[in-house]
């Protein structure tokens, strides 16, 4: 249950949830207020079926790319202490032992809403279960959005530096998240460098790069990608941290199969 003061999402000027005064008359209505990274006060309550839950005060804001022009929008919520306690302590996922986040999503299943609205969630939870491949603990959940139904969402972990840090117990500020080619990450990309400029079958060369790259993980990530008939490499996404390699995940599949 999401509860805000209306004009915080609705407002034609201000609202995050609204198309608003600039957007273009044409899909994606570029310009609209949803492209924003506007962030608006609210309070968060889950209730569980067996009769846990929690109510928070938190920032909400609209998530996701094109999926942001969709009736239907993602949203993401910060807990900081502006607002409240500055974290939520909370096991949400029954089989992760995590019971403290600083961001959730609730994702509306991007551009596969209207159609099996469970893609993502089934693909990144077979390659979790059959490969060498990080994913984000997922839960199903029915929104109501100040009162109203709003429809079935799933629960996300927001992919961020604390997102490394709570799964592979290190310090967030050791940790590094990397989009797409990775070309805005200085380290990434000197290794795409170093990979252009020698010649990987010389074991000394190839040595190099399996010290800072998974190669284990990043094989089945590429297999996972083929097999589902992944074209959407925009959303790429892996990480690092310090003394650790990069790690790819199977992130917004929502255009495979």
């Not at 005060?57 to 500055?86: E, P, Q, T, W």
Request: contains cysteine; aromatic residues 16%; charged residues 20%.
């Amino acid at each position: 249950a999401i509860v805000t003061t209306p004009s915080n999402l609705f407002d034609h000027y201000s609202g995050i949830y609204a198309t608003g005064p600039n957007a273009d008359s044409v899909f994606p209505y570029n310009g609209a207020n949803y492209y924003n990274r506007w962030e608006r006060e609210a309070t968060l309550s889950f209730f569980d079926k067996n009769g846990g839950g929690f109510s928070e005060k938190c920032g909400v804001r609209i998530f996701g790319g094109l999926s942001r022009a969709l009736d239907k929008k993602s949203m993401a919520f910060f807990f900081r202490s502006s607002y409240g306690n500055g974290q939520l302590n909370y096991q949400l996922f029954e089989d992760d032992s995590l019971s403290v986040y600083e961001a959730l999503v609730l994702r509306n299943m991007g551009q596969d809403w209207k159609l099996s609205a469970m893609r993502d969630a089934m693909l990144t939870s077979l390659a979790s279960d059959y490969m060498d491949m990080d994913v984000q603990n997922c839960r199903p959940v029915v929104v109501y959005l100040n009162g109203e139904y709003w429809g079935i969402y799933f629960i996300r972990e927001k992919l961020n530096e604390n997102y490394v840090a709570g799964h592979y117990n290190v310090p967030a500020e050791t940790a590094q998240v990397a989009v797409a080619s990775g070309r805005k990450n200085a380290d990434y990309w000197a290794l795409v460098n170093y990979v252009r400029e020698h010649d990987m079958s010389v074991p000394e060369h190839y040595n190099y790069i399996c010290d800072n790259i998974d190669i284990e993980n990043y094989a089945d990530y590429i297999v996972a990608e083929i097999i589902i008939g992944n074209g959407d490499n925009g959303n790429i996404r892996f990480f690092t941290y310090e003394g650790g390699k990069w790690r790819w995940m199977m992130y917004d599949v929502d255009h495979a199969f």
